[in-house]
């Protein structure tokens, strides 16, 4: 061995191992610093969000956009890195971001799945101040991308919890700005044959298993009724109102 050259084989050993953990902590994904939760909102108390924004593109609808994640608990957006944990209530993703799931790290379609959330989502067509009794476990549904759409409307999947009127004649008179519209059934409707819809209100078991019902009253930016609804009206901006209540419970109230 020469030792004359073992100074500088020594400092070349030492930068390799600087730069690979360099590169190891610059490769990892996980948050150097954890953002803080929030507070949690008070049980029984009726909470308002307005013009929730989520990812959109009239050019390319179909194509898929980055989903959103609400937390019910903290009342604010939950990023994207922490899709696999109990920080977040109710999903918005497929078609437009307009469809909702619960956080359940148990169903492989679940945009928590492999997270510990225990979360749900059911729709139940009474109005908000109707809906009382808090549905069976069984009745909450653990897949992604479940409520959307309603059945009544243009491309709907079951129930849903607003009608898209694609060519304006369902809800209208088939004028232009009254085309691509999305009709929120947070209010009974009726449409322009005379049928009538009841409201839907949307419940979730929340991640850490407590229970809120939610009224999804618009996806238009500062707009909240179908007479203030067209084509060219900014969407994608969900406003809604919701109540928690502990986990156990068998009833909503507001208090």
């Known amino acids: 061995m020469n030792l004359k050259q073992l100074p500088s084989q020594i400092a070349t050993i030492a930068l390799a191992l600087l730069l690979f953990t360099s590169c190891s902590k610059s490769d990892d994904p996980t948050p150097e610093t954890e953002e803080p939760e929030g507070s949690a909102v008070p049980f029984y ?3 308002r969000v307005e013009n929730f924004a989520v990812e959109t593109d009239d050019a390319n609808p179909t194509v898929p956009k980055g989903a959103a994640y609400f937390s ?27 469809f909702l799931s619960g956080n359940s790290g148990v169903d492989p379609s679940n945009l928590g799945y492999g997270g510990p959330g225990t979360g749900g989502i059911a729709i139940i067509e009474k109005p908000f101040n109707e809906v009382v009794d808090i549905p069976s476990d069984a009745s909450f549904k ?21 009608l898209y009127d694609f060519g304006g004649g369902l809800m209208s008179d088939q004028r232009y700005d009254k085309q691509h519209v999305a009709y929120a059934l947070s209010e009974p409707l009726t449409m322009t044959d005379g049928k009538k819809l009841t409201a839907r209100t949307i ?13 999804m009253i618009s996806c238009y930016k500062n707009a909240l009724t179908p007479d203030q609804w067209f084509r ?4 994608m901006f969900f406003t809604f109102e919701y109540v928690i209540v502990p986990k156990g419970s068998t009833k909503f109230e507001i208090k």
Not at 146 to 155: E, K, L, M, V, Y
Not at 203 to 215: E, F, L, M, P, S
């Open 232 to 235: 060219t009206t900014p969407h």
């Open 45 to 47: 108390k009726l909470q």
């Open 203 to 215: 419940v979730i078991r929340t991640a850490k298993g407590n229970y809120a019902k939610v009224k």
């Open 142 to 162: 653990l897949k992604g991308t479940i409520i959307g759409t309603d059945a009544n409307g243009d491309f709907g999947e079951g129930t849903g919890w607003y």
């Open 72 to 98: 019910l608990e903290t009342k604010k957006e939950t990023p994207l890195s922490y899709a696999k944990t109990a920080r977040w209530d109710i999903g918005f993703n497929g078609l437009y971001n307009s």
